[in-house]
Antibody
Framework: QLVESGGGLVQPGGSLRLSCAASGFNFSDHYMDWVRQAPGKGLEWVGRIRNKINSYSTEYGASVEDRFTISRDDSKKSLYLLMNSLKVEDTAVYYC?????????????WGQGTLVTVSS | SYELTQPPSVSVSPGQTARITCSGDALPKKYAFWYQQRSGQAPVLVIYEDKKRPSGIPERFSGSSSGTSATLIIRGAQVEDEADYYCYSTDSGGNYWVFGGGTKLTVL
């Protein structure tokens, strides 16, 4: 299970930190992703954090790179998304997602999402 | 930036076969994945690595890939299959992932 929290209303230029609590699987083994969906729009990949074996390295989508930071705390089975310099266009439901591996790495399970609204 | 292209909508009658395409330059070398998103719900994985079906997904869902296109096939589509479907893949470098724009499937 993946449960996101921390969403809400924030002013343009502000910051917000989202959290995702994981349970029911070995969190530390998995890469984890954030994906967002603006109201009435499609899915947009935000970024990924790898596991400890892969140095917790991160990748980000072009629209959020340099503003958003993904981190994790394996001891708490938690994933985080720190969002800075927020823009109106960052308004979206933010999903926490588990990545698994077969022949490739891919998202196999999603949380229910948390809504972030950026507005003055 | 890399893009995956899907048709905005596909419409079929119940029992017919629905085909949803996804085009991308890196697809000859990268897998395609497909997600179903019903209204107001989180996405669900229905096909991974071009043609593999996760446990719990009905057999009527299948996938194929050829050249720069991948296709999600729903044989004998049912009303409950009405949803938005998104393809998902990575650029040629393998580190940046993208979703297609989504296809709204109507079954009626």
């Amino acid at each position: 299970q993946l449960v996101e929290s921390g969403g809400g209303l924030v002013q343009p230029g502000g910051s917000l930190r989202l959290s995702c609590a994981a349970s029911g699987f070995n969190f530390s083994d998995h890469y984890m992703d954030w994906v967002r969906q603006a109201p009435g729009k499609g899915l947009e990949w935000v970024g990924r954090i790898r596991n400890k074996i892969n140095s917790y390295s991160t990748e980000y989508g072009a629209s959020v790179e340099d503003r958003f930071t993904i981190s994790r705390d394996d001891s708490k089975k938690s994933l985080y998304l720190l969002m800075n310099s927020l823009k109106v266009e960052d308004t979206a439901v933010y999903y926490c997602a588990r990545t698994t591996h077969s022949d490739a790495y891919f998202i196999d399970y999603w949380g229910q999402g948390t809504l972030v609204t950026v507005s003055s | 930036s890399y893009e995956l292209t899907q048709p905005p909508s596909v419409s079929v009658s119940p029992g017919q076969t629905a085909r949803i395409t996804c085009s991308g330059d890196a697809l000859p070398k990268k897998y395609a994945f497909w997600y179903q998103q019903r209204s107001g719900q989180a996405p669900v994985l229905v096909i991974y690595e071009d043609k593999k079906r996760p446990s719990g997904i009905p057999e009527r869902f299948s996938g194929s890939s050829s050249g720069t296109s991948a296709t999600l096939i729903i044989r004998g589509a049912q009303v409950e299959d009405e949803a938005d479907y998104y393809c998902y893949s990575t650029d040629s470098g393998g580190n940046y992932w993208v979703f297609g724009g989504g296809t709204k499937l109507t079954v009626l």
